[in-house]
């Protein structure tokens, strides 16, 4: 075959080419569609268990565990003493600046933070005794 049929290994390769095209196309588009409903259907069940599952897993792995890891830092820092004073505080009878705390006007600056003197604190009608504060940056003379 000379020159004349140049025209027929075109059509050949053209025909090859169409047919893996159309192969892999169909085994391809097949493999998408499974591969779209498997994320469809997985992305679903995930919706309709989170709920119940994320409580479950912040009351027994993030809750639980950090409550018993602040409260023994606590109390190693601070002392039983300390811990079962703050405990019997009536903080409707705290004071700040010669106000109770429920009546502070507290207005928040643009950051959206409030600042609050704390630079006349009276805690004597709250029910709280003389112990060691210092923890608290409170000054043993106060």
């Known amino acids: 075959m000379g020159t004349e049929f140049f025209w027929f290994y075109d059509v050949i390769l053209a025909a090859i080419l169409i047919g893996m095209m159309f192969i892999g196309a169909k085994k391809g588009f097949v493999r998408m569609v499974l591969r779209l409903c498997a994320f469809a259907a997985s992305f679903v069940i995930a919706l309709m268990i989170s709920n119940g599952v994320s409580g479950w897993i912040y009351d027994s792995f993030i809750s639980k565990p950090l409550e018993q890891t602040i409260s023994t830092s606590i109390n190693d820092a601070l002392g039983d003493n300390v811990v079962t004073q703050l405990g019997k505080i009536?903080?409707?009878?705290?004071?700040?600046?010669?106000?109770?705390?429920?009546?502070?006007?507290?207005?928040?600056?643009?950051?959206?933070?409030?600042?609050?003197?704390?630079?006349?604190?009276?805690?004597?009608?709250?029910g709280i005794s003389k112990v060691d504060l210092t923890s608290f940056g409170v000054d043993k003379n106060n």
């Open 90 to 126: 009536d903080m409707e009878k705290a004071k700040i600046n010669g106000k109770s705390i429920d009546s502070l006007e507290l207005k928040a600056d643009k950051a959206g933070k409030v600042t609050v003197n704390l630079g006349n604190v009276n805690l004597s009608n709250t």
